[in-house]
């Protein structure tokens, strides 16, 4: 299986613009994730073996950010038709199932995705306080192995950057499965 990860970051650019549908029947843009707060963009899917070794760590993300009113957002932007466990009925019920605790968008267009400049499964955009790129990096140490996670890198600096601090540890890329372009 081979692995992407991502190759150019520009530091400081904006939140792209968007609007997409999410799993729980609304329509979200970017204002509606702005609030002071660091934001998290994360690029994810159903069948991606590397996202399904970390989708208990994304919804503890997604629960201990919410407690800090910092916003995670989840994207699915894979082709449906090649990859129907991909759908958006089949996000929908696996957000269900899992009881996520960040809000999932779907882009069928893959417009957002290309935007972003996400290339994996996952692929992870923090932006600070104003919304502002300030973080490509990976979940934690330990793709795999919950128990071998020593530092969870993404929590940390979106930490830091809550307290208006600089981010304190090297960002090392996330790694997965390349995101599945329509042909």
Not at 21 to 30: E, I, L, Q, R, V
Not at 75 to 96: G, L, M, Q, T, V
Not at 130 to 159: C, F, H, Q, T
Request: glycine content about 4%; aromatic content about 12%.
């Amino acid at each position: 299986m081979p692995t992407y990860t991502p190759e150019k970051v520009e530091f400081g650019t904006q939140i792209p613009e968007f609007s997409l549908p999410a799993t729980d029947g609304k329509t979200y843009s970017k204002k509606d994730f702005i609030n002071g707060q660091p934001v998290v963009f994360m690029f994810i899917c159903n069948h991606c073996p590397y996202v399904k070794a970390i989708e208990e760590r994304l919804i503890t993300l997604g629960n201990d950010l919410k407690i800090k009113n910092i916003n995670v957002v989840a994207i699915c932007s894979n082709d449906e038709i090649s990859y129907p466990e991909d759908s958006f009925e089949n996000i929908k019920k696996r957000a269900e199932e899992k009881n996520y605790s960040f809000t999932y968008l779907y882009d069928k267009s893959q417009d957002v995705a290309k935007s972003f400049g996400a290339v994996c499964t996952p692929d992870y955009f923090v932006y600070n306080n104003e919304a502002k790129l300030a973080y490509r990096g990976r979940l934690d140490d330990s793709w795999k192995e919950p128990e071998y996670v020593k530092n969870r890198e993404l929590y940390n600096a979106v930490i830091e950057l809550s307290e208006n601090k600089k981010i304190s540890h090297p960002q090392t890329p996330s790694m997965g499965c390349s995101i599945k372009w329509v042909k």
